[in-house]
């Protein structure tokens, strides 16, 4: 009964260390890995400004092409991250992000596959359109969301998570 007991104990040491050597190696990891040049760092996300006006599919899969998706957004800091990058690289103040509702009226998701489960809505929106089913960014003074029609040429906002950067 004590030998078992006393294995019983050495195991949960060896796991409880290995969870530990894992957990710093992740630090370890996030703190050794940085955004590309012109992204821009926020916790353990990049994103990234598209000044090229594109389609919101458009703008997708150029996102894709950099390793990264047109931006979700998950919390009041990364709304203020996006405004703040959105609004000192263009004129227009209005930009795609990654959120779509085109699949089914009234089902926001996010082209990453992350839960769209903050929202950060302009006053009266999300209105009811199959037409305008892409989310922007506004140019009104809530710098808030609001559909619009996907085929609309906007300059774009890209995110990453640092723990899936390459350098492109």
């Not at 990453?112 to 199959?130: H, L």
């Not at 906007?154 to 350098?167: A, M």
Request: with cysteine; aromatic share 8%.
């Amino acid at each position: 009964m004590l030998s078992t007991t006393r294995m019983l104990i050495v195991s949960l040491l060896v796991c409880g260390t290995m969870a530990l050597t894992r957990a710093n190696g992740d630090e370890i990891l996030s703190a050794n890995v940085s955004c590309p040049t012109n992204w821009t760092q926020h916790d353990s996300r990049c994103f990234h400004f598209v000044e090229t006006t594109l389609s919101w599919a458009q703008a997708q899969k150029h996102c894709q092409s950099k390793g990264g998706n047109l931006a979700s957004i998950h919390n009041l800091g990364e709304v203020l991250e996006i405004q703040g990058i959105v609004y000192n690289n263009t004129q227009k103040k209005k930009a795609w992000i990654g959120g779509s509702n085109c699949q089914e009226e009234n089902v926001w998701l996010w082209g990453d596959g992350t839960d769209f489960t903050f929202f950060y809505w302009c006053p009266g929106k999300p209105e009811s359109s199959k037409r305008e089913c892409c989310l922007k960014i506004s140019s009104t003074d809530g710098k808030c969301w609001e559909e619009s029609l996907c085929n609309k040429l906007l300059p774009s906002i890209c995110s990453k998570s640092l723990l899936n950067v390459t350098q492109n």
